[in-house]
């Protein structure tokens, strides 16, 4: 073969992989982004091992250092997120309740049975991944006002320590100031007895020389 044939199928080739690494691209940053199934293309209940050599081959594909694509980076991060959240029990877990639940809700509304044939129909299971979405969304904004009324409390929580522990100083800089001018007080206790001594004094004196 020619070596111009060769250089053809190379720069073919090199198109071809990259045509690939956009497609990808182009299927994460479209996947629903709270669904790590969905994200690295798996299907629930896989197991551990699965997950980890999809990850793997996908984010080998993807790497913003092995393409130019200016979307590689999202990416590559959406990537990983889904990898983290399927690999850690307690995320993965919630996830798995979440589709299981979208299952059940999309059965009683169309009122299907456990052994009806239409649960394997494609329709169905696209149905199934809409309905996921939208109890992980329901779920996320639960998730979310949970936590501002978390940190609301919390806010209050502190602005109560923040007030008590500013209380406890008022006091212990007002008991320090009164330390403080003990003496000062006691002195000036001290001088005005001696005035009042010295007032009782001369009055006495001026009623002798009245006499």
């Known amino acids: ?18 045509y690939d690494k ?31 050599i999809t990850y793997r081959k996908k984010s080998l594909l993807i790497h913003p250092d092995k393409t130019k694509n200016a979307s590689a980076p999202e990416a590559f991060d959406r990537l990983k997120k889904a990898e983290s959240q399927l690999t850690d029990e307690k995320q993965r877990t919630h996830l798995d309740e979440c589709i299981a639940d979208a299952r059940q809700l ?29 109890v992980l969304v329901d779920a996320e904004a639960r998730r979310r006002r949970q936590m501002k009324a978390q940190m609301q409390e919390e806010g209050r929580e502190k602005a109560k320590e923040d007030a008590e522990v500013e209380e406890r100083k008022r006091k212990r800089d007002h008991e320090r100031s009164w330390e403080d001018t003990r003496d000062k007080r006691i002195g000036s206790w001290r001088d005005f007895q001696k005035g009042e001594a010295k007032k009782k004094e001369n009055k006495k004196k001026k009623v002798k020389v009245i006499g």
């Open 1 to 18: 073969m020619a070596k111009d044939d060769l250089d053809a199928l190379d720069a073919l080739e090199k198109e071809a992989k990259e």
């Open 22 to 52: 956009d497609a990808e691209i182009d299927r994460i940053l479209k996947a629903f982004r709270l669904d790590g199934y969905a994200v690295l293309d798996l299907q629930p209940g896989v197991p551990d091992s699965d997950i980890k």
């Open 106 to 134: 999309l059965i009683r509304e169309k009122k299907l049975t456990l052994d009806d044939d239409e649960l394997k129909s494609d329709e169905f299971l696209k149905e199934w991944r809409k309905k996921t979405v939208e």
